[in-house]
């Protein structure tokens, strides 16, 4: 049986190593099962704290994808065996892909990330949580939670709020596909090399002079990106998200009803935008308004509450909202016809929603209390 995540570590002139971690699904374009998200939470924890270890690199086998997102299919077989029920597997799922992007976040040695091909929900946690976040000329990055009846968890809470203007709720209901100029104009990628620069990048890293300092060591790194890119070949392209960013602003004013029907109105002769009006309005009409409530969250919260927010949403999403339907629809009988709970959005209640957004754990006893 395949290694599903591969730990190396790589010598470097200077004595120290790097620690590397590859995701090795490559058929399932590197999806996290819990069998890695538990793996990779075990081995970072080492890496964080083992003194030789200067810097760790997140990457994934093949050639089409970084990450795809999490193994939905394994909670939905799960959660259908349980309705109306928390099940101890999307639970668990949850709390330990939550607690693994908290590390990165909180990891103090840089972690670089090549975020090549496919980055998408549990692989876009990843991402950003990452201090050096590479993109390349094939990065196709989203937040597609919309159409399993979900809406953009691992960290989204926080990192949605934080971009320009509507953007994140932009991203969070149509589902866009962004390329790397899109990435770095909302702050998901902060570097941009071509796919071809890997192994160059990988060569340069063994002869960086890292030290015991991690602020000089994520300077070092930082140094050597903005060389490296200085020097790319490949075009960066651009942004429809920044070229476009004041009409992304009009059509997401206003509340969800607004936002609906400014979606549903909308005559536009941009593919891009074609595309994510027709993802948006295919949605689930509960995972809209809990991307409207994720957007009334706001940047006052911290990164902790924001996870344990998640939690709780999640894990409700499986057992009271469309998730099943959903994941059902696009993944297990694959007739992409989801049958949805509510067919619009009005006909929701305040009670409808509240279901989704009580925790199922008071502070004391939350999973994530420990955050």
Excluded at 40 to 64: E, H
Excluded at 69 to 78: K, N
Excluded at 194 to 219: S, V, Y
Aim: net charge negative; glycine share 8%.
């Amino acid at each position: 049986m395949t290694q599903e995540v591969i730990f190396q570590t790589l010598g470097t002139l200077s004595g120290k190593a790097i620690g590397v971690v590859t995701l090795n699904i490559e058929k399932a374009l590197n999806a996290l099962t819990l069998d890695m998200v538990k793996a990779m939470r075990a081995q970072l924890t080492l890496w964080q704290n083992d003194d030789d270890i200067a810097l760790v690199v997140l990457d994934g086998s093949g050639d089409k994808a970084f990450c795809a997102g999490g193994d939905v299919r394994a909670i939905y077989h799960a959660s259908v065996k349980m309705p109306n029920q928390m099940s101890a597997v999307g639970c668990e799922f949850f709390t330990q892909e939550y607690q693994l992007d908290y590390l990165l976040h909180q990891f103090g040695k840089p972690v670089l990330v090549w975020g090549d091909g496919i980055v998408m929900g549990g692989g876009l946690g990843l991402m950003a949580a990452s201090s050096h976040r590479v993109l390349t000329e094939t990065s196709r990055i989203a937040m597609p939670e919309v159409t399993i009846g979900l809406y953009p968890d691992v960290g989204a809470s926080y990192f949605l709020n934080r971009m320009p203007g509507k953007t994140g709720l932009f991203l969070g209901l149509t589902a866009y596909n962004m390329n790397a100029a899109d990435a770095l104009y909302v702050g998901l990628g902060n570097h941009f090399l071509g796919r071809d620069d890997k192994e160059p990048l990988f060569d340069a890293l063994a002869d960086i002079k890292w030290t015991d300092n991690q602020q000089d060591n994520h300077q070092a790194l930082t140094q050597l990106l903005n060389a490296m890119q200085d020097n790319v070949s490949i075009e960066l392209g651009e942004s429809p998200l920044a070229q476009f960013q004041q009409q992304i602003d009009l059509l997401m004013a206003g509340d969800i009803e607004d936002v609906h029907y400014q979606l549903s109105s909308l005559q536009t002769d941009l593919p891009w935008l074609q595309r994510a009006q027709k993802t948006a309005l295919a949605g689930s009409p509960l995972s809209w308004h809990l991307i409207f409530a994720q957007a009334r969250l706001g940047t006052e919260i911290t990164l902790a509450e924001c996870f344990k927010w998640e939690l709780g949403v999640s894990v409700n999403c499986c057992s009271k909202g469309d998730f099943c339907e959903g994941v059902r629809a696009l993944l297990i009988d694959k007739d992409r016809n989801p049958k949805w709970r509510f067919s619009h959005i009005q006909q929701i209640t305040d009670a409808d929603l509240s279901a989704l957004l009580t925790s199922p754990w008071s502070a004391d006893n939350h999973p994530l209390r420990d955050l």
